[in-house]
């Protein structure tokens, strides 16, 4: 059994990814660094990004060139931390300075604060040169009053939310959403927390799906295929809403959060990969970190609750990064993008110092032997693709 001392002790040591660029940190561990363009998705890919799909329609859906790209919880104030505007700012400075083209953000995050954040970059960019998506289900409403148990956003902005999937609730969350941001236009758009897990709705997520299969589904294909956005799909914690959905509808595109990290990917790759493959429909994956939890964080996912079993798995992937010389959030970050079903991932980050070291953890090389040791322990799944 691992000991918190022993825990701490190993954060510690395998999480100073956090502190330390990426960079610095390779040149310590004498780690040999690829020469990459880390921003370019792997393979050719055509003019208008679309991809034949492997169903039997023969359909195209969207997917994006970024292989990496940039999620906005942290922008929003998540996790109960309050980011002045100046130091978002220079973080979205870095990352599109570093090659970045890839953003996603919520309505939810922050109640608006990590739209209107990454507008003040985004809203002075030629529209063409970047990929945005954002997220539909909730409607703010202007409110003087701090929202009561408001999940995890600190200083969040006067807004209140209510649920809302139904087809012109969709339409004034996307014309919302870009008043707030500045912008024309969506590439991206998300079906977001349609999830038992959701706490706001549990077993009713349900209803919740239903009023989108009737509303929210068929607009977004409606505004699909009438070109006023790219694609569409599902932002969720679970996978529950695509398995629901995925005979029934036409999504391009799911942003699957907290179900693709080298700790707990089990059933993504046994079971939502293969859905997602047959259908010609590619994944983003957020939280690729855990949560920060792969960056020394001392949360899961979205929970200061850390589980004994991802301790101990933890500690034991540290000892092999070790011995390899690898930190582990630049051996996380690499193994979230290595499937073929993955297009792009979005780790999230709050300084500038963040973006550089998440950008230069994707251009080290990892040596195979590494991940044969993780195999060889029962670390990853025996069948988990690995970085080439």
Not at 4 to 24: D, E, V, Y
Not at 88 to 102: E, K, N, T, V, Y
Not at 124 to 149: I, Q
Not at 284 to 302: E, H, K, Q, S, T
Request: net charge neutral; charged share 20%.
């Amino acid at each position: 059994m691992v000991s918190r001392r022993s825990f701490i002790k190993a954060g510690a040591a395998f999480g100073i990814g956090s502190m330390l660029s990426a960079p610095t940190l390779a040149q310590q561990l004498k780690v040999k660094m690829s020469s990459g363009k880390v921003m370019q998705t792997r393979g050719p890919i055509d003019e208008d990004a679309l991809l034949p799909t492997n169903d039997v329609s023969g359909s195209k859906h969207y997917r994006p060139k970024s292989r990496m790209g940039l999620g906005g919880l942290a922008a929003g104030n998540g996790f109960n931390t309050i980011s002045p505007d100046e130091e978002i700012l220079q973080m979205l400075h870095a990352a599109w300075d570093s090659g970045i083209r890839h953003f996603d953000t919520s309505p939810f995050y922050g109640l608006s604060l990590s739209e209107r954040r990454f507008g003040d970059l985004l809203r002075n960019k030629n529209r063409e040169d970047y990929v945005l998506s954002s997220k539909v289900g909730r409607l703010l409403t202007p409110s003087a009053e701090p929202l009561e148990n408001s999940w995890h956003w600190a200083d969040h902005s006067p807004f209140h939310y209510k649920y809302d999937y139904s087809a012109s609730g969709t339409r004034r969350s996307i014309e919302d959403t870009l008043q707030r941001i500045g912008v024309a236009s969506l590439d991206i758009v998300y079906i977001h927390d349609l999830s038992p897990q959701n706490s706001d709705m549990g077993e009713d997520w349900l209803k919740y799906f239903d009023q989108a299969a009737k509303g929210a589904i068929p607009e977004l294909t409606k505004m699909r295929d009438e070109g006023i956005i790219k694609g569409w799909g599902f932002g969720i914690n679970t996978p529950d809403a695509i398995y629901k959905a995925i005979d029934m509808s036409d999504p391009d595109i799911c942003l699957l959060a907290l179900q693709y990290s080298i700790l707990d990917h089990k059933q993504a790759l046994d079971k939502t990969f293969p859905m997602l493959d047959k259908h010609g429909i590619s994944a983003v994956i957020g939280a690729p970190l855990n949560g920060g939890f792969l960056a020394g964080r001392d949360r899961f996912n979205y929970s200061p609750k850390i589980p004994l079993p991802m301790q101990q798995k933890y500690v034991a992937m540290s000892e092999i990064a070790a011995k390899h010389g690898i930190d582990m959030k630049t051996a996380a970050l690499q193994f979230a993008e290595a499937p073929s079903t993955v297009s792009a991932i979005i780790p999230g980050a709050r300084t500038a110092q963040q973006i550089e070291a998440n950008v230069a953890s994707m251009k080290v090389k990892i040596p195979d032997a590494f991940w044969s040791d993780l195999k060889s322990n029962d670390l990853i799944a025996q069948n988990a693709p690995i970085p080439t």
